[in-house]
């Protein structure tokens, strides 16, 4: 029998959505609590947001789902900003803000996102990392239930949850904007899930397509419905002309691409199924409709295509709108930075792109290596970025210069390039001649993308203003303050030498893993830096790998990606089931480390 371990208390430094109580774990004896320790820069964090929202409708009684907020940036340790985040992704549960990672710590957390069960009785049943859980999540409940009754220890009702007064703003939260070619603009405006059309002041409203509920809807500007939409990309002429819309909607919720006419103020789905991708990257084409995608968070127009900044799952994908297929242009889902060339390069939840004046560039603002990127040739560079745990605000020299968190990305006609550098508030510009980088403005609220009008006006969508904003001044004089930051967590130590890597899954109730289509399981394994591993690097269908670490380098970080499929094992129509988590595990490497390494893609107590 698993041994049973009371669940630690929550401690952080203040809690939202509880009308100002604050929780511990004796208030919510009686309930099942799932404990979701997230942040809010994360795509997969988002992911499971969305997940969990069928569950806490479903058992609204006897569930109640507990927000974590473990920061991984500096950004994110701002209360306003957190209470932003929690605001912009209707966040309907109490979170508990946690920036010094005090109860993270305590429930030995490693990879966000990170879930863990905690039954009526105060006991630790269950934890898992990463998405895809929301099927045995549900199972799990519902045994919890049964045993709990049963029991008398489960109180139905309530839960502790405090909906904050609803806000008041002509934008909440908009994401990207493109200035169409009557000099009017248009606005993804996320948090009210349509698009705005505003006139060239910038404020006014001349149109809001879409309901402003979340949906998935086609049709006219009164009957669209989207999910948060981000990026928007207005096709060629003759391109619109073949197909019949005029702008590419990256409906970001929905992992969906929507094409949206401009005249007529009409919606149709023209990629995506709806469903989040989870599956094994390939190079060919797929029909549009019939593919998965995952949070496309930006579009843009490149060499003859739509390209799709896919952030859910660490690549870009192309899309023809002529042909209507859809595939991988880079990356290899694999969370991490690495150039060369296409598609096996490495990427981390890209979210903005830009093409070159002359079309021979796509920029891209990687975001969780707080880098600027781009595509030349059918090659990956990196313009401004260390990885994915070196972030600041400081200017100079393009290899010493550092953002954090860009979100959006503008090419200018004289080759430069504007970044929203949406964690430090401010419109940076990298100039390629001179290989440097300047702060152009700062003080801003959340930059998320920038646009350029034709007369030369620099339009900033600030999303945590909930406006567009007109900058002034020149381009280029640097005001940033010199900041570096680092996620630092707590290493591993390991022993040079052989070392196992293990990755627990267990299946969750009423599933097995599904060998219907070739192995079950699957493990990527790489190091930062390369010479860290002397073996184990690749890819294996087996979730325990031999590593050998190199002796004479003092860390790193290791990176795992791991996903396991499973099935219904009982059900005459078994449904398929795709559990995936991405690591990045700091080591020290140390004579008396460890020579096992165990990570938990999902763990559940055999006696609930």
């Not at 957190?82 to 109860?103: C, G, K, M, Q, S």
Request: aromatic share 6%.
């Amino acid at each position: 029998m698993t041994p049973r371990v009371r669940a630690p208390q929550l401690k952080g430094r203040g809690w939202l959505n509880t009308g100002g109580k604050e929780l511990s774990i004796g208030d919510l004896r009686g309930k099942i609590v799932l404990l979701d320790f997230w942040t809010f820069c994360c795509i997969n964090c988002l992911h499971v947001l969305d997940e969990l929202r069928p569950l806490e409708e479903k058992y609204a009684d006897v569930l109640v789902v507990v927000g974590v907020h473990s920061p991984k940036f500096e950004h994110e340790r701002d209360p306003a900003a957190l209470r932003a985040a929690v605001e912009r992704y209707e966040v309907d549960h109490p979170v508990l803000d946690d920036p010094e990672l005090i109860t993270w710590d305590q429930y030995a957390a490693k990879a966000w996102p990170t879930l863990t069960v905690v039954d009526p009785e105060g006991y630790v049943v269950a934890t898992m990392a990463g998405e895809g859980h929301a099927e045995g999540l549900g199972r799990l409940v519902d045994e919890l239930i049964a045993t709990h009754e049963a029991k008398g220890t489960l109180h139905r009702g309530d839960g502790p949850y405090v909906a904050p007064p609803p806000a008041d703003t002509a934008l909440r939260f908009p994401g990207k904007a493109v200035v169409l070619p009557t000099g009017n603009l248009l606005v993804s405006d996320s948090a009210r899930h349509s698009i705005v059309e505003l006139a060239p002041d910038a404020e006014t409203e001349l149109r809001r397509i879409g309901t402003g509920t979340r949906g998935r809807a086609d049709g006219g500007p009164d009957k669209a419905e989207f999910a948060e939409p981000q990026g928007l990309c207005l096709l060629p002429a003759e391109i619109a002309g073949s197909v019949g819309y005029d702008v590419v909607v990256a409906d970001t919720v929905n992992h969906l691409l929507r094409g949206l006419t401009l005249a007529t103020g009409e919606v149709v789905t023209i990629a995506g199924t709806g469903r989040q991708w989870r599956s094994t990257p390939d190079d060919h084409p797929h029909d549009a409709l019939a593919s998965d995608l995952s949070s496309p968070w930006d579009v843009a127009w490149y060499a003859g295509q739509v390209v799709i900044a896919m952030a859910g799952i660490h690549q870009l994908w192309w899309y023809d709108p002529i042909k209507r297929t859809t595939g991988v242009y880079a990356g290899t889902t694999v969370e991490a930075l690495r150039d060369g060339p296409l598609p096996d390069v490495w990427m981390a939840q890209p979210s903005g792109l830009s093409t070159s004046v002359d079309g021979t560039r796509l920029w891209i603002a990687d975001s969780e290596t707080s880098a600027l990127r781009y595509v030349e040739d059918d090659t990956m560079h990196t313009a401004v970025g260390q990885g994915l745990f070196d972030f600041g605000h400081m200017d100079g020299p393009a290899d010493q210069a550092l953002f954090q968190h860009p979100l959006g990305v503008h090419a200018l006609a004289d080759g430069s390039v504007l970044v929203a550098d949406t964690y430090n508030g401010a419109v940076r510009r990298f100039d390629p001649a001179g290989n440097t980088v300047s702060t152009v403005a700062d003080g801003l609220a959340e930059p998320s993308d920038v646009a350029v009008t034709a007369d030369g006006t620099v339009l900033v969508v600030e999303s945590a203003g909930h406006r567009l904003t007109a900058l002034a001044g020149e381009a280029g004089a640097s005001t940033a303050p010199g900041t570096r930051h680092r996620t630092e967590r707590p290493p591993t130590m390991v022993a040079a030498g052989e070392v196992t890597l293990d990755v627990i899954f267990t299946p969750a109730p009423g599933q097995k893993l599904d060998e219907s289509f070739g192995p079950s399981t699957r493990l990527v394994v790489s190091a930062s830096p390369p010479e860290l591993l002397i073996e184990g690097e690749g890819t294996t269908t087996d979730l325990r790998r031999r590593l050998v670490i190199a002796e004479g380098v003092a860390g790193g970080v290791l990176q795992v990606v791991a996903q396991a499929a499973t099935c219904d094992a009982e059900a005459e129509h078994a449904a398929c089931h795709l559990t995936r988590q991405d690591w990045g595990v700091p080591v020290q490497v140390t004579t008396d480390g460890a020579q096992r390494v165990a990570l938990v893609l999902r763990g559940l107590d055999e006696n609930p």
